[in-house]
């Protein structure tokens, strides 16, 4: 088991954004996160990166409890992420967004970077073919010179996730990587997580773009209002009636969970 | 004759624009990680301080008395620059910059040991300190066709620019390398940077520390410069200067803040055969750049028109 989410609340005041959420992920899966705006799915992100700390639970990564350890420890466990609004180093060139996906892989401090002393070159010169190697999965090669910003829409997202892997994470979390693309970079999605998941790599996706989930999910949780609604394999979750509900509403029905 | 062509002056000017520099430097790298830090006038004041204090009382070498400034500086920069992490923007430099005013008073008010707002005199100077030096050693400054004075103000020049390319290397091969790129990121975005795996609290506090070691260690040489020193050389005003440097030559680039620093120290000079304007043209200057160019003169394109960078590409690769 990679990821395990016991109990799960996170409060804002008096609003609840998650309750009581328990699932887990195994390795190698491709899990999807879905359900209504709102429903919590970006919250659960930021509890497992500790953008901010659960209210109550846990969260078990590889066993080991890393509830509300400080971010960038999750991100040196294994754990990366992608953000919903894209927030690339926008001045940056696509090249140094990777190699600072990479931080986490290197140890070079202040005096071996400004000396360059051998083992510093070395781990300069293994982060920027590794930096390479992902450009090229995700198929941003030609750009690596370009500033992240000049990207076009859907690259910026490609160029997300190769940062993220950069931090050669064992789970990636990808929320809503379809976002704002046409038919055929969502396509182009399918097949770069798959080949992610050729990596060993675990996914955790929110996704809005059900044909997509439909597809690449081995399985599926539904949140609504910060409930769990459902868990199954896409069969199971297209066929249940609380989450066709949810999702197409319901007469005179508002507390569905 | 080498000695006609060289006038003092110009040699002191050339050493103020040399300290300022290294001021310059010191809120280019906290602003580096996107730290805006006013406090530069108190760190330069910690540093000018006890670098004096040392020479003066206990007699120490010029060199240790300016090292342990800037060490002190920076030690005071690691514990005002933690509690500041909270802080962000506009509220780091007014926090910073209330820093600088207390050190002030500070110095104003323990008169026993910093003689208070008369200040120190009697600094053991750089140059006198060579001259004395070069006497021993059996050399004389006229046997190159030098006065006394020339020769001092030639020296401490050269020190210094050795000192500001040593500096300037620095910062550009650590812009280059892991620790460079953690800065830029948490400047660009603080929390995308930290899902990276980046601890933004190290990296800040390093910036911060870094800026308050180099105001320091300016503080440290305008003592043995000048030879005396007052809190008043350390005030709102000096902070304020120090801010422009890098506003007017541009913060994003490391030569923006050393070009701010050369042009703001030499254009009071210049002006000063129309003294009594000069410091209107000194604030219309400024207002025509918040005007026209609020980036600062010196950004990335203009750096990549003059070919003096390249096009963001393979820093570092041929290392």
Redesign the interface.
Known sequence: MVLKINNVSKNFGGISALTDISFSINKGEIFGLIGPNGAGKTTMFNCI?S?FPPSSGEILFLDENITGI???KI??KGI??T?QNI???????VL?NV???G??Q?H???F?????TKS??N??EKL?STARELLELVGLSEFE?A?AENLAYGQQRRLEIA??LA?DPKLLLLDEPAAGMNDTETADLYYLIKKVQERGVTTLLIEHDMPLVMRLCDRITVLNFGKKLAEGTPEEIQNNQEVIEAYLGSEGDDDIA | MLGDLINPYYLQVGSFIMINIILGLSIYITLSSGQLSLGSAGFMGIGAYTSALLTINYDLPIIVGVIAGALVAGIIGILIGIPSLRLTGVYLAIATLGFGEVMRVFLVNWESVTKGSVGLSGIPQIGRELLKFSRDSGFSPMSIGLKNNQFVYLMVLLILVIINILLIW?LI??N???????F??IK??E??????????TYYKV?SFAQGAILSGFAGALFAHVMGYISPADFSYHRAVDILIYAVFGGSEVIWGSIFGAAFMTLLPEVLRFISEYRYLIYGLVLVLMMAFRPQGIIDVPLLQKLHLTK???KH??K?
């Open positions: 990166t953008i400080k971010p960038h991100t040196n990366c992420r953000f927030r690339l180093f926008s001045q940056m060139s140094e190699l600072v996906g931080h986490s290197s070079s401090g202040v071996s970077g400004v000396f360059r510093q070159r781990e300069e920027r010179d500033v940062r993220a931090s | 620095f091969r650590q280059k390398s892991r620790v460079g790129r953690a830029a990121a660009m975005d929390k995308a940077a930290e899902a990276m795996g980046i601890n933004i390093l096009r963001r590409s570092g690769s290392n």
